[in-house]
């Protein structure tokens, strides 16, 4: 496909560069809304077009479903416009829809169609599916290639199982959740439940380790992965099978990663793997016709919680690249031309990080006009700050007719916040939407609906055999299916295999034998339509021939009504998906709908937006609010005695501020309600860090000018050592925090080694603390 004159001259310098670079590891340091997905799509292009790359040798890794999309969609529209000029000598938007519609549908059938583009996991499922069989884990477990994706409520059902039932634990003690939480991150570090147990090597240590162990051996045999089992257990496949490696690294010639700074220790070797095969990062040498191209910035690393590593893009230069300094070298380009917001907000957000030492240099530069003042209020109250954020929407909205209540978002660090916001926003009935609310793929009733499908496509799926073989109800008792799951547990064979056999069901099941066997017969009838009928068709007769509709119908209550619309736009999704994918497969869908993130399913469209920080990451509105800059708020009160943690909390600010295209408002409280009192509050250090020449106040500021120190009044004389018995607190105790100063102890939570305190702070309002964990000293 011969590419027009020059199809790069909408890039800018830096991102032409970027584009351009052919062979060889690139970084590419992309600030916010400096057009790092526009670098990536014409790359992609520019690799087909130009240097004549097979599309099927290209892998681009995004972080959501969302962004896959739309890169899928960008490259798309590209080449479609290249067509248009070289068949019709037009624009693309200048020709009858029925001819765009022909473009892109050549577009799809010889490129797009054969791209490699998805997330991390997405793609990993897709690699399984063709070598999982090949794969033996440190225990010799295994598993085929149709086994399941467990969501969070699956692991957290299997998880719970074993630590309550299986290893009779005091859940007190190891709370599933927690213990979850501790898996989830060993296997984001690449350990086994062996290499877990070493590193943490104590009582806790040991029994997480056999937690671990027993939910491995839960998994293989329900013939299922969880999430991070996709990329671990592919990563530990190429480890051990070099034809497997070979086969891939041979496959991908040039790999583009977009979110780098996101990216974790075991995604990290995933990557290395396929561009180096194998070989260590610094022997490796052979980048003829081959590339890894990491685009990310590390001022917007804010998810180390999820166990992302900001210093493996830090680090790129000493692994992949050339070493030299920014200004010399040839594996390194800054794109730092900012498309998105006025030059106010950008020297603000400038302004902020630059406090942060954890970082490459590099300065967002406004493409646009000055724009207006950032208007920083300070409020008497949570509820204060609440009306002033409604009045300032409803006076902005009511003055300008281009502007509509889906231009607003309202961003705060945690959740609870949402409370005073939404109180007024239904006092004048403005439509508003909270992020962060219950998704579509975790409401029970399409989770019963993939359930039935997940068994259909995968027999060994007990959990999911166990959650729909009496939904809607068919008389089958938990009795009766603890003694059909006990025969299978001890004669080592998936349930499924104990109720396919009719003798067994019948011996063992007495009057329940024959509402199984019914059941049994219904899920053999779909398995056999997997092959030959899409999933569309497979979810209609699950919910018509189940009796699962029926069941709602004969319900007859609101709650029943929205139930059924939703497992109808399940099915409407089945459908959608298929005409996106060119695949009908019910497997392939299974797959999306597991894998379906938060940040793929926000629409904001006229609704006002409240969310947390985090979650605002990668979006932006011409009209923002960030409320909260408080200290022990935003920073939270954990980040101060910790620096790293404290550069964290400011790149949240910076993604916060950067959020904002047209107008930025930041509000903080003179006293909020915290457990059940009012409490002073003091506005955050963030805003002695943003140029007082850039706000215009409402009144007058006083800001910790830095990070709070230790403060010893004259009369108190703090103990030779910190308290490191948690048991001796009392209450009016007082003590000294190096971040908020002199407190005194006002309630005492748990008992034993098990306490934390609430401790009240002049100036800084009651605080929550673990002695355990924070460096506290006891004032005589």
């Not at 006092?427 to 939407?433: A, E, N």
């Not at 497992?567 to 597991?594: G, I």
Request: aromatic share 8%; net charge negative; with cysteine.
């Amino acid at each position: 496909m011969p590419s027009s004159p020059d199809f790069l001259s909408i890039l800018n310098p830096s991102q032409r560069q970027a584009v351009e670079h052919y062979c060889g590891p690139l970084l590419v340091v992309a600030g916010a809304g400096s057009g790092k997905t526009r670098a990536l799509t014409y790359r992609i292009s520019n690799l087909v077009l130009k240097h004549r790359v097979n599309p099927e040798n290209i892998l681009a890794v995004t972080f959501t479903n969302k962004a896959a999309r739309e890169m899928k969609e960008r490259i798309e529209k590209l080449f479609a416009e290249q067509l248009a000029q070289q068949d019709h000598g037009k624009p693309l938007e200048l020709l009858p829809p029925y001819e765009q519609t022909k473009l892109r549908s050549r577009v799809y059938k010889t490129i797009t169609k054969h791209l490699w583009i998805g997330t991390f996991h997405s793609l990993c499922a897709r690699i399984l599916r063709l070598e999982i069989d090949k794969y033996r884990d440190e225990k010799g477990r295994r598993w085929e290639k149709n086994f399941s994706i467990f969501d969070e409520s699956d692991v957290q059902s299997l998880i719970k199982d074993i630590v309550t039932n299986r290893l009779n634990l005091d859940d007190r003690k190891f709370p599933p959740r927690a213990v979850r939480f501790a898996i989830s991150n060993a296997k984001n570090l690449g350990q086994t439940p062996q290499q877990y147990e070493l590193e943490n090597n104590n009582f806790r240590g040991r029994v997480i380790a056999s937690v671990y162990e027993a939910y491995q051996d839960g998994l293989a045999a329900n013939n299922a992965l969880d999430f991070d089992d996709l990329i671990r257990i592919l990563v530990q496949l190429f480890a051990q099978n070099e034809t497997v490696l070979a086969y891939w690294h041979s496959q991908f010639h040039h790999m583009l990663v977009d979110e780098y700074q996101d990216t974790n220790r075991t995604q990290y070797d995933l990557l290395r793997y396929i561009a180096t095969n194998g070989e260590a990062v610094e022997n490796f040498k052979n980048w003829q016709n081959r590339s890894i191209f990491v685009v990310g910035d590390a001022d917007q690393s804010i998810y180390s919680f999820r166990a992302a590593d900001f210093t493996i893009l830090m680090g790129f230069q000493q692994d992949f690249g050339d070493r030299l300094p920014d200004d010399d070298t040839r594996t390194m380009v800054k794109l730092e031309e900012n498309y998105r917001s006025t030059a106010n907000i950008l020297e603000a957000a400038n302004a902020l990080i630059e406090h942060n030492t954890e970082r490459i240099d590099k300065i967002l530069k406004a493409t646009r006009g000055e724009g207006d003042a950032i208007f920083c209020f300070r409020a008497d109250d949570e509820v204060h700050e609440a009306e002033f954020v409604v009045d300032q929407m409803r006076s902005i909205e009511r003055d300008n007719p281009e502007v509509n209540w889906g231009d607003f978002a309202i961003l705060y660090r945690t959740n609870a916040q949402s409370r005073a916001f939404e109180d007024a926003l239904v006092r004048w009935s403005i439509p508003y939407t909270v992020v962060g609310g219950l998704k579509f793929y975790d409401r029970k009733e399409i989770k019963d609906v993939l359930s039935y499908l997940r068994l259909i496509a995968n027999p060994a799926d007990t959990v999911s055999l166990q959650r729909v073989i009496n939904t809607p109800r068919r008389g089958v008792g938990k009795t009766t299916l603890d003694r059909l799951g006990q025969a299978a547990q001890e004669l080592g064979v998936p349930l499924w295999e104990i109720l396919s056999d009719e003798s067994a069901v019948k011996t063992l099941a007495a009057r329940s034998a024959k509402p199984i066997l019914q059941f049994v017969s219904m899920i053999q009838q779909w398995q056999a339509e997997v092959e030959t009928k899409p999933a569309a068709n497979i979810i209609q007769e699950v919910l018509e021939q189940s009796g699962y509709v029926r069941d709602l119908l004969a319900q007859g209550t609101d709650e029943a009504d929205e139930r059924l619309a939703n497992v109808k736009e399940l099915y409407n999704a089945s459908l959608q998906f298929a005409e996106e994918n060119d695949d009908s497969a019910l497997d392939t869908f299974l797959a999306n709908a597991a894998l379906a993130s938060d940040a793929d399913s926000k629409d904001t469209a006229e609704t006002v937006t409240l969310m947390t920080l985090h979650s605002a990451k990668g979006l932006e509105f011409p009209i923002v609010f960030l409320v909260g800059l408080e200290q022990g708020l935003f920073p939270n009160f954990r980040s101060l005695d910790d620096p790293a943690s404290l550069e964290e909390e400011r790149r949240l600010c910076y993604v916060g501020i950067t959020r904002a295209q047209e107008r930025l408002f930041i509000s903080h409280a003179r006293e909020r309600r915290l457990y059940g009192s009012r409490e002073p509050a003091v506005a955050s250090l963030f805003l002695s860090e943003i140029p007082r020449e850039l706000m215009q106040l409402n009144s007058p500021l006083a800001i910790p000018k830095h990070k709070p120190e230790m403060a010893t009044p004259s009369k108190a004389k703090p103990s030779a050592l910190p308290n490191t018995h948690a048991q001796d607190w009392s209450v009016g105790d007082r003590l000294i925090h190096k971040g908020f100063g002199v407190g005194e102890v006002t309630h005492i939570f748990g008992a034993a080694d098990k306490i934390c305190l609430a401790v009240k702070f002049p100036g800084m309002g009651q605080k929550i603390l673990d002695p355990k964990i924070t460096a506290l000293q006891r004032v005589n």
